[in-house]
């Protein structure tokens, strides 16, 4: 009900997340945009993908710090609990961000 609510759905009910892990998952507008990425296709490399976030956050021109800081929040913050909640897969070694569970209707 909730991801139908936001515009997500869940594919096949395969992730199973209650109401609470659904809105902590969407609370953050860098996860939203991140999960919309994703649902365009990947594998994305950890710092193509805080490119292209800061670029939709219209934080552009985004210069190497920038990136660099949208890096740290993503791979400290964000994709760690997405991760943990089934909705990506991230693999922290190459850090590469693959398989939006959600799709957006």
Do not use: K
Request: hydrophobic share 40%; charged share 35%; glycine share 6%.
């Amino acid at each position: 009900m909730a991801l139908e609510a936001r515009g997500y759905i869940d594919e096949g009910e395969a992730i199973g997340l209650n109401e609470d892990e659904v809105h902590r998952l969407l609370a953050a507008e860098r996860r939203r945009l991140t999960l919309d990425i994703l649902s365009e296709g990947g594998p994305w490399e950890l710092e193509e993908l805080a490119t292209e976030l800061l670029a939709r956050e219209d934080a552009y021109p985004a210069d190497e710090h920038a990136v660099q800081r949208a890096m740290i929040a993503l791979y400290h913050r964000h994709l760690p609990m997405m991760d943990d909640l089934g909705a990506i897969e991230f693999d922290r070694r190459s850090m590469r961000v693959d398989g939006c569970r959600l799709i957006r209707r």
